[in-house]
């Protein structure tokens, strides 16, 4: 898949001038509805699917099928952020009305740590051939783990890597306001606005780490794992304000997504002897995804009308 460089910087502005719009969609201290939350959801799902069939009548049917199956993959491994993400605002205790802009910040930081962590698994994957098997192993591993804890509470606050993050940023206890750094004793430090928002870009990646091996599962094309995460990513935002107060109900969605991950791990360990279309990742993306829903709305319509 040969992409001209300047494809490349097209694809970047479409990026930036897309995270401008849904800055100044929300703007001031307001809450976001779930209304609103609802309709810019499906724009920026629609925006995702725009750019499937730009990727058809640019390269063909196969290759947009690769952008799609990455392309739903990560949006259904992001439903998973959503939880992390309510539990971190919510340990900082950030106000609902500063949520979005938070959300903003940490949506911007995640798109660059997955670009640099996309570009390093492109050059393993171009120049040692074993790290697909180290993928692939790792997916199984990590889907089966999901499994397991699928119960478990979460505290993503606990994690090693946020709690570097919250000792090597100097902080103060409590807001400032809307600002994000304040200066103190001849020293700058952060408010837990922005110690917020660093921590929702890290665990972003920390708890997502297995969506760019998944994807790199479907198709080996940067362009195609770049734009698929990018694309899914810019709707993380409004997926937050939709599902935050609901996530709770979709109680099979992890097992499901536990499912996922393993199917696509073994996809990586045998893709030197099967070739296993695109069309079959997707439908058993889509067919997996929609089993977790349907049986977690049942389960939850069950124990209301119970």
Known sequence: MDVPLWAWGAVLALIVAALVVDLFAHRGDSDVTAREAGAWS??????????????????GA???????????????LS??????????????????????????????????????????????????????????????????????????????LESPVLRWVRRVIPSV?????????????????????LLAAVAVAVADVVFAVDSIPAVFAVTREPFLVLTSNAFAVL???????????????FEHLRAALAVVLVLVGAKMLVADTVEIPVVASLAVVVAALGIGVVTSLRGSARRGAG
Not at 47 to 59: I, N, Q, R, S, T
Not at 62 to 76: C, M, V
Not at 235 to 249: E, K, P, T
């Open 173 to 193: 206890p409590e807001l400032r306001g809307r600002r994000l750094l304040v200066r103190e004793r001849g020293a700058w430090r952060a408010t837990p606005l």
């Open 62 to 76: 196969a290759h947009a099928g690769e952008y799609l199956a990455g392309f739903l993959l990560e949006k259904s």
């Open 79 to 156: 439903v998973d952020n959503v939880v992390v993400f309510a539990l971190v605002l919510a340990s900082l205790a950030i106000p609902r009305g500063e949520q979005h802009r938070i959300l903003w910040f940490g949506v911007v930081g995640a798109l660059v740590l997955r670009a640099v962590f996309i570009a390093g698994g492109a050059a393993l994957l171009d120049r040692f051939h074993v790290v697909l098997y180290v993928f692939g192993v790792f997916l199984v591993v990590t889907g089966i783990l999901v499994y397991r804890r699928r119960t478990e509470p979460q505290d993503p």
């Open 235 to 249: 709707g993380l935002r409004s997926l937050y304000f939709l599902l935050a107060d609901l996530v709770d109900r």
């Open 42 to 59: 499906a724009v920026w799902f629609g925006l995702g699917l725009a750019f499937c069939v730009v990727v058809w009548l640019a390269y």
